[in-house]
């Protein structure tokens, strides 16, 4: 039994140190040149991918993309990624997105994921916030294969909606709850 607990604190201190490598290497990493060209790429494979997320954005407000979220944990997890928000197709700001998690889970993963801003409300709410805790404001509708394909631009009545894609690694489960996003400087 004190072999078992030993083991699990070594390592949730290496998932920390790792956690903690990413997080500093993605902050450092990008420039904003650098990370439009990333958003641009990630865009490119969502819309190859899902025809409902090139006809939403034909009507959203606003795109907030994040080309390349880390997450890893080991019972203690967390993720980290900077994306770009796009208006009319021209970057209006970056961000950043962060998340804590505690729980049954191990492994890391990789992957992008983009929110449709519909309304004007959900856009400026953004701005407003001082750090949007997702799940707390707009209501989000996270999209998956099955409902993408019924989804139109009349069928579509959510603020905000969420593509995920490009996923890669050995970490099972997606989701926001938790996930704050704020905007940084670039």
Request: charged share 15%; with cysteine; glycine share 10%.
């Amino acid at each position: 039994m004190k072999r078992y607990f030993s083991v699990t604190a070594l390592l949730c201190i290496m998932c920390m140190a790792a956690m903690a490598f990413i997080g500093l290497n993605n902050a450092c990493a990008a420039s904003g040149a650098e990370l439009d060209r990333e958003v641009d790429s990630a865009l490119t494979t969502l819309f190859a991918k899902s025809e409902s997320a090139k006809v939403l954005a034909e009507k959203a407000k606003a795109i907030l993309i994040f080309p390349s979220i880390t997450k890893a944990g080991f019972i203690v997890g967390g993720q980290y990624g900077q994306g770009a928000l796009r208006e009319k197709g021209k970057t209006v700001g970056y961000y950043s997105s962060v998340a804590a998690s505690y729980g049954l889970q191990a492994g890391i993963q990789k992957f992008s994921y983009a929110l449709f801003f519909m309304t004007d409300s959900a856009r400026s709410y953004l701005d407003r916030s001082d750090g949007w805790e997702l799940g707390v404001g707009p209501s989000i509708v996270v999209v998956d294969v099955g409902a993408a394909g019924s989804l139109t631009t009349t069928t579509a009545k959510s603020d905000v909606y969420a593509f995920f894609f490009s996923q890669k690694g050995l970490m099972a489960g997606l989701g926001l709850q938790g996930t704050k996003i704020t905007r940084i400087n670039k």
